[in-house]
């Protein structure tokens, strides 16, 4: 083992001797790292943490096994088993197994077949993986669309799997002396649980992508990957309004890490996301521009939906909420929790990472969102993992998510139903301590932000601040 990565080594923050939690258990095998420990080439921390993603996916494909037996077509298997899955309902009910263009302005497809609702990245996910299931499908004239739906399924499946390895492979890389902190992600229980449900792994890898770019002091590359993020989804575009924190409270700082320039490096991540986010909805966009706006519409004109306060609201006092309404008063709350957000970022002692604001500002929204499926779940996780590096923290908020996660099947399957009638009571039970459990890791996000000395991160060395070669310090991630 050479000395670069024997010092290497002894510069990495260990998790037994950094978390209470895993020291804990690490005294059932051995106990804590000790002075003899000793680095190795083959047991790197990047590779046991691939190592880890991948059998906690593998954990979470066996999770789905029964509904992958019948082909997701037994409604209450889906439920009981909470097993379901968007993909292969999708891919036959969008004219994916035949092979159409989601964006397809031909009449006849679109008589036949609904247009995609989701982004323009989902989009393309879905359509390129529906043709390599249709190019590896058994031929012949007996063609059997629900066998085929389960390996769209499976070819998903796969790239699912590279994309939750590439995203720990960027969460590992954020802060150099931390790299156990994606452990975090490695190991979620919601990764395992909500990874199969629909295309959100795709944004979440980009948003992991950008937190890593970052770091490196790569604003355009940020920028990109913000931009192709929010053309997955729109929730990765919420970063810029983080680094706008950042680089507001560099221009306004009167100590050593004041930097002039540094609403010039908001504007070139923001512009690079401007035009990565232009150039991937171009074709969709010039192809159907019609059924392009179909994201837009349907997201406007829905009402209170799954798992959102709107429901709860809706269903305890009995009256139903008119889509405008909920819109108008969910962009209030948000943009007031933003500048919340930005007064918050401006009034800390340190400048804030890149994490902890952008958890604050997706936490916000979602929080107000008109509904919150199971994998939304996601877009907080590697936020997360970065922001509040603490298992004691991280377990209580994925407590109250798995808690949700199994009430909403049970929700569906009707097996929360009152005997005598009513509304399910539980559900709403469910809702609130899901919501607890984000507010829970918003405060101690937000404490961590205004007093630097609980933030386990530690201090500047451990931050992934860059040397810009001016010498001057610009970034944290």
């Known amino acids: 083992m050479g000395k670069a990565s024997g010092e290497e ?3 990495r923050v260990h998790p037994t001797l950094d978390d209470p939690v895993v020291a804990g258990v690490s005294e059932s095998v051995g106990g804590p790292m000790g002075t003899h420990g000793a680095p190795s080439r083959f047991w790197s921390p990047v590779g046991v943490l691939l190592l880890l993603t991948a059998l906690c996916f593998a954990v979470g494909m066996a999770q789905k096994a029964s509904c992958a037996n019948s082909v997701w077509q037994n409604g209450a298997e889906n439920y009981n088993h909470m097993c379901y899955s968007d993909l292969p309902p999708l891919y036959y009910g969008r004219g994916l197994a035949d092979g159409h263009w989601p964006y397809s302005d031909d009449p006849v497809v679109r008589a036949q077949f609904e247009v995609m609702e989701y982004p323009v990245g989902i989009s393309y996910w879905a359509w390129a993986t529906a043709e390599v299931t249709r190019a590896i499908a058994p031929g012949g004239s007996g063609r059997d669309v629900a066998t085929e739906a389960r390996l769209y399924t499976a070819v998903n499946a796969v790239g699912f799997a590279l994309l939750a390895l590439l995203a720990t492979w960027f969460l590992a890389g954020v802060h150099r002396r931390r790299p156990w902190d994606a452990a975090g992600f490695a190991v979620a229980p ?5 990874a199969l449900i629909n295309w959100d792994l795709l944004a979440v890898t980009l948003v992991a992508g950008a937190l890593w770019a970052w770091s490196r002091n790569r604003p355009v590359l940020t920028g990109v990957l913000i931009g192709l993020g929010a053309a997955a989804k729109l929730y990765p575009l919420f970063l ?3 680094i706008f924190v950042i680089c507001l409270g560099r221009v306004r700082s009167r100590g050593p890490d004041r930097d ?3 609403l010039l ?4 991540v923001a512009g690079a996301a401007v035009a990565a986010w232009v150039l991937a909805n171009a074709p969709a966009y010039l192809s159907g521009p019609a059924q392009w706006k179909v994201f837009w519409t349907f997201n406007s004109e ?3 939906d799954l798992g959102s306060i709107w429901l709860l609201m809706q269903q305890a006092l009995d009256h139903t909420m008119q889509p405008d309404l909920i819109n108008k008063v969910s962009w209030l709350f948000f943009g007031a929790w933003c500048v919340g957000v930005l007064l918050l970022g401006l009034a800390a002692p340190v400048t804030p990472r890149l994490a902890q604001l952008g958890l604050l500002i997706v936490a916000g929204f979602l929080l107000v969102n008109k509904v919150y499926s199971p994998q939304y779940v996601l877009w907080l996780l590697p936020l997360a993992v970065l922001a509040s590096p603490r298992w004691r923290d991280l377990l209580i908020w994925q407590a109250g998510e798995v808690l949700y996660f199994a009430c909403v099947w049970w929700y569906l399957g ?5 005997a005598g009638g009513g509304d399910a009571g539980f559900y709403w039970l469910a809702i609130l301590l899901r919501m607890a459990a984000e507010l829970y890791l918003v405060a101690v996000v937000a404490r961590d932000i205004l007093r630097p000395q609980h933030d386990p991160v530690g201090d500047r060395r451990e931050l992934g601040w860059s040397a810009r070669p001016s010498g001057r310090l610009l970034s944290r991630s």
């Open 265 to 268: 490096t908001f504007a070139r």
């Open 414 to 418: 009707e097996y929360l139903a009152p």
């Open 240 to 242: 810029l309004g983080g």
């Open 190 to 194: 919601t990764l395992a649980l909500t």
């Open 260 to 262: 002039s320039d540094a």
């Open 9 to 11: 080594f002894e510069q």
């Open 302 to 304: 829905r009402g209170a």
